[in-house]
């Protein structure tokens, strides 16, 4: 069973338009998100995070929402940028102290066209 | 500075070898993890390491083998591979075991076994 789900294998984008990235989650235990984006062959970057208490955290060109009631979170990317272009996974954690299991997405790829 | 260093980059190795793969941080994160990705795949949870001391083992056979000789250093020591554990070996820390503390990884060693 999929816990956290990105129903978007890839995405096309133009250059300096925005890019939408979302994610979906089924367990209500976690607490806390993040996005990490990724090169191929590289280990994934971490970019943003946010945790179940707020519904918004922005950072740079980079901004994610969270709604808990409909349990899904989304990135938004303004504007997108050639360099953006990579694969984007969105990630989870439970609540709590010893709470390792960090849960990814299978991914988004993003194609920002120049 | 939130750099996770992983070596070898690459490496190939038969299935009767015993090799090593190593993980450094020196952000002083207390926690590290062993995270395996194959191709077009997120990363999946192998080991956990909280305080140097082994938390979680999430099923992986016995020819990987985790060792954590100080805080600092994370190693995973291979024996007897299987061509199906040919993948990228992803490392990653963070700065204790919550759910607010983000993981940061390492570049990755791409492993191919013959």
């Known amino acids: 069973d999929q816990q956290v789900k990105q129903n978007s294998p890839s995405l096309s984008v133009q250059e300096g338009r925005i890019s939408i990235l979302n994610c979906d989650y089924t367990n209500s235990m976690f607490d806390y998100f993040l996005w990490y984006k990724k090169y191929p062959a590289e280990g994934p970057t971490f970019l943003i995070s946010?945790?179940?208490?707020?519904d918004k955290n922005e950072d740079g060109r980079f901004t994610v929402f969270l709604n808990k009631s409909a349990k899904h979170l989304s990135l938004h990317i303004v504007p997108s940028q050639p360099g953006d272009s990579a694969v984007y996974f969105c990630?989870?954690?439970?609540?709590?102290?010893?709470?390792?299991?960090?849960?990814f997405g299978k991914g988004t790829k993003l194609s920002v066209i120049p | 500075d939130t750099e996770v260093t992983q070596t070898p980059k690459h490496l190939v190795m038969g299935m009767t070898n015993k090799k090593s793969l190593k993980c450094e941080q020196h952000m002083g994160h207390r926690a590290m993890y062993w995270y395996k990705q194959k191709a077009k795949k997120p990363p999946e949870l192998m080991f956990v390491?909280?305080?140097?001391?082994?938390?979680i083992n999430e099923s992986v056979p016995s020819r990987f083998s985790p060792e954590c000789p100080n805080s600092s250093l994370l190693n995973l020591h291979l024996h007897a591979l299987q061509p199906e554990d040919s993948a990228l070996y992803l490392c990653?820390?963070?700065?204790?075991?919550?759910?607010?503390?983000?993981?940061?990884f390492g570049p990755g060693t791409r492993l191919t076994v013959l």
């Open positions: 990630a989870a954690r439970p609540g709590g102290s010893g709470s390792y299991q960090l849960t």
């Open positions: 390491y909280s305080y140097e001391k082994l938390s």
């Open positions: 990653a820390s963070s700065q204790g075991a919550s759910s607010q503390h983000t993981q940061y």
């Open positions: 946010i945790s179940s208490i707020k």
